[in-house]
């Protein structure tokens, strides 16, 4: 199998929950040909962070980063758009040593040039919708640009032979959204790389207890991209109780440009208790996890919350809105507590019932980590994702095109 896939983002240039997917599934599905024969992929990206054009993984897997046209941010769409056929012509130049037997594109950025190819190439399209431009602006479309991505979205779900979703709210979104039929929609969760957690040594986590939590107050923690969807305003307005309740707690907020939330915390007179650590790496998040008390993901719409993973995996106690996908991986008061999005009050609440029992927090920490382990390794996920590509090349191989 000759697999070329078309990703707008790949380490070391990653913004996003796609990013991660891509940067996890890729090294993994380039680990299986033992039992799956031979699998080679060709990985399509762009080169705004740097990093090598052409970089071997290993024998099977080849990344080519792309020069393209600088990213204006005030015309994402067109920008994204014009910059497809950089990867058309490219994809081209690469099928003439070997044609390719599937095309597999990461959400809507590179559906252009993934539908192109499938009908120059005759071969099956894959798509994998990470989130939907209706879902992010809770089932509306805001602009003209944002009607151009849902009208494209639509177009890559129905030009697609299969398409992956990372759970089965994402199944209902979609069929609703775009009448995707669902037979056509395929469930394969997101993971995670344990390894490559940042363990922190105890005397670190001595040091940043002391640093965050001087007088022992109980911490708190919110990481992600500071756009509305991810609720960090919710989480804002629910401080006025959660500190009347336990005026010692204090939150940390890891996210770039977080302080122009700053105001919001004058307005609500929590300001002293929130404090703005604006961008982190993966290694401080991943140590903030170990020392934290919570972390809470208040989000209005997740398809399904990598970070929640990562937080599970470093035994966090984790808080998480009950929406979406999210809302399939938090199980509450089984490896987490959920709560209703877009309320305070249900914030509040779950941080007490997670600082009056930490015998039951305890027993939930264990029941995250071992289902973690268990069900969202990047090996496991990789294998599903292999024995779909064959389905369909073995599909296409009897279809008339």
């Not at 078309?6 to 890729?26: D, F, R, T």
């Not at 302080?259 to 915390?265: D, E, G, I, M």
């Not at 398809?303 to 599970?312: D, K, Q, S, T």
Request: aromatic share 10%; hydrophobic share 40%.
């Amino acid at each position: 199998m000759r697999i070329l896939v078309l990703s707008w983002e790949y380490p070391p240039y990653m913004v996003g929950g796609l990013g991660k997917h891509v940067a996890g599934l890729i090294p993994a599905l380039g680990e299986l040909q033992e039992h799956y024969g031979p699998l080679h992929l060709d990985i399509l990206t762009t080169r705004y962070a740097g990093g090598a054009p052409v970089e071997r993984l290993n024998e099977c897997v080849t990344i080519h980063r792309l020069e393209t046209d600088l990213f204006d941010p005030a015309n994402m769409y067109n920008t994204v758009i014009d910059n497809n056929h950089h990867f058309v012509d490219y994809a081209n130049q690469l099928a003439q040593d070997e044609p390719f037997d599937l095309i597999h594109v990461h959400d809507w950025l590179l559906g252009v040039a993934g539908v192109r190819l499938k009908y120059e190439h005759k071969i099956p399209l894959l798509v994998t919708m990470h989130a939907t431009e209706r879902g992010r602006h809770q089932g509306h479309v805001t602009n003209h640009d944002s009607s151009r991505i849902n009208g494209l979205e639509g177009q890559l779900c129905h030009e697609a032979w299969r398409v992956i979703v990372c759970s089965h709210f994402m199944t209902t979104e979609l069929h609703n959204y775009f009448g995707t039929p669902f037979d056509k929609l395929v469930v394969i969760p997101n993971g995670i790389d344990q390894d490559r957690l940042y363990i922190c040594p105890t005397h670190k986590q001595i040091e940043l207890r002391a640093q965050f939590a001087p007088n022992g107050e109980q911490l708190l923690f919110f990481v992600g991209r500071i756009v509305h969807e991810k609720g960090l305003h919710v989480l804002l307005r629910a401080m006025p109780g959660i500190l009347r309740a336990f005026p010692d707690t204090r939150l940390l907020v890891a996210g770039r440009n977080s302080r122009h939330l700053y105001p919001l915390t004058r307005e609500l007179g929590v300001d002293s208790a929130v404090q703005f650590l604006d961008y982190v790496t993966d290694q401080q998040r991943d140590w903030l996890y170990q020392v934290v008390d919570s972390a809470v993901f208040p989000s209005l719409y997740e398809p399904f919350g990598i970070v929640a993973l990562e937080a599970m995996a470093l035994d966090c106690n984790v808080i998480a809105s009950d929406v979406g996908g999210l809302g399939e991986v938090v199980k509450h008061e089984v490896n987490g507590l959920t709560v209703y999005p877009d309320d305070p009050p249900s914030i509040v609440w779950a941080v007490r019932r997670l600082f009056n029992d930490p015998g039951a927090a305890a027993v939930r920490r264990l029941q995250a980590h071992a289902q973690v382990s268990q069900q969202y390794s990047w090996h496991t996920i990789a294998q599903q994702t292999a024995t779909l590509y064959r389905s369909i090349i073995a599909e296409r191989k009897v279809a008339i095109w």
